[in-house]
């Protein structure tokens, strides 16, 4: 955890309100780091549904697997996270820090081991210590309250130097429902389901399949559509619990995502989600600057996303954009490496609303003074044009500074 905070940083952190059902609690376990919090305890009432999407890394951690096999069961009594160990490549001790994990959250919570959901972030290939839990957790059970979801997304950060939290509340029949999450994520960003960890909570009655159903959806233009570094973490845990609190107040029980009484629950939802994928890539190790990066004129929209993260995650772009050099030949060369279909004479290319490449050449009007002053805003949108089709994608990203090499280059040390 940094104690420099990114330039990127949201200016406002939104007050979190309670939701019912859900109690949070956290605690130094000295798991890696000294003087700080690192493990999170949040309890959920009995009936609580759960939906998660994981990493599709062939290398998945211990507690991606726990949770993969325990989401079957569809109800959630409590969350425990841990920063400073990734508890992944761990093999046989691994899996047996889940279980004794779980074991110890069980007990402390007064429920089925099965009703236990875990994720780690931090270091991999470290045995995780299981035992510090012991006590720990059990005092978190006693003390924890129904709030303070900024102290649990700063239990969770790892080389953060923010914590991400987001809110919103909407009409569910006539009933008032709340959706609150946090994230937590800098580097080894290249989703592919999700971040490095994320938690929604909600008071909404939706069964798990349904919230499954939504979460599957939502995650696919928002922590999918973002890449820091485009390396896929062992660890990526997207978990949504919703309490169903809040049918006591007239909200009606929802079995089915394509129930329409869902419609301003899920565009909430989903902005939550947008929301949050964005404050990781404003968060990104040594980030300077926030890029937005469209295609559009692509075949379909899956090849207008490949193209999309070839850009992303070329690291000479990325140097380009920290160096506040519009070099639109880096941005040509990761849209000709992409795979895709593409035609060099008919590609434009702008950065921040001015066009400097058109029609597979430097465009007439280029005025290299005023590109160079678009190129030191703080946010850069890179916008490519291919000419062949409708297809359109939009992901984030950030620029890749000397920042980023020395984070990484002491992370273990």
């Not at 951690?61 to 096999?69: F, H, K, L, T, Y």
């Not at 939550?272 to 692509?298: F, H, P």
Request: glycine share 8%.
């Amino acid at each position: 955890m940094s104690s420099t905070v990114s330039p990127l940083a949201p200016k406002n952190v939104p007050d979190m309100p309670v939701i019912a059902g859900v109690r949070l609690a956290t605690a130094e376990a000295g798991i890696r780091y000294k003087n700080r919090t690192d493990v999170l305890l949040a309890i959920m009432d009995k009936g609580t549904a759960v939906a998660g999407v994981f990493t599709k890394s062939k290398c998945p951690s211990a507690p991606v697997e726990w949770c993969r096999a325990k989401l079957k069961g569809g109800k959630a009594r409590a969350l425990v996270v841990n920063s400073g160990n990734a508890n992944a490549f761990t093999g046989k001790t691994g899996r047996g820090s889940t279980a004794l994990t779980a074991k110890i959250a069980a007990k402390a919570v007064g429920c089925s081991e099965s009703e236990i959901f875990l994720a780690s972030t931090g270091v991999i290939g470290e045995p995780l210590d299981a035992t510090k839990f012991d006590g720990v957790l059990g005092r978190l059970a006693e003390t924890a309250e129904a709030g303070d979801y900024l102290a649990a997304a700063k239990a969770i950060m790892t080389t953060d130097t923010f914590p991400k939290v987001a809110t919103a509340t909407v009409k569910l029949g006539k009933a008032k429902v709340t959706i609150n999450g946090m994230a937590k994520g800098a580097g080894m960003i290249a989703p592919d389901m999700a971040t490095m960890l994320s938690f929604i909570f909600t008071d909404a009655p939706i069964a798990p399949a349904a919230l499954q159903a939504l979460l599957k959806a939502g995650v696919e233009d928002t922590f999918n559509a973002v890449t820091i570094d485009g390396d896929t973490s062992t660890s990526d845990t997207l978990l949504a619990f919703a309490t169903g609190a809040a049918a006591e107040h007239g909200a009606p029980k929802i079995s089915r995502a394509s129930d329409p009484r869902l419609k301003a629950f899920v565009k909430a939802f989903n902005q939550i989600l947008a929301n949050l994928s964005e404050q990781v890539a404003r968060d990104g190790e040594g980030a300077r600057k926030l890029v937005e990066i469209t295609v559009e004129g692509a075949k379909t929209k899956a090849s207008a996303r490949k193209i999309a993260m070839s850009i992303a995650n070329s690291p000479l772009v990325k140097t380009a954009i920290a160096g506040e050099d519009a070099n639109w030949g880096r941005v040509v060369m990761a849209v000709g490496k992409a795979g895709e279909p593409a035609d060099r004479d008919k590609l434009s290319i702008s950065f921040n609303g001015i066009r400097v490449a058109k029609s597979g050449a430097r465009d007439p009007s280029y005025d290299e003074a005023q590109v160079s002053e678009a190129m030191k805003a703080p946010e850069i949108a890179i916008k490519v044009s291919l000419g062949l089709g409708k297809g359109r994608d939009r992901v984030l990203t950030c620029d890749l500074t000397k920042e980023y090499v020395a984070i990484n280059g002491d992370y273990r040390s």
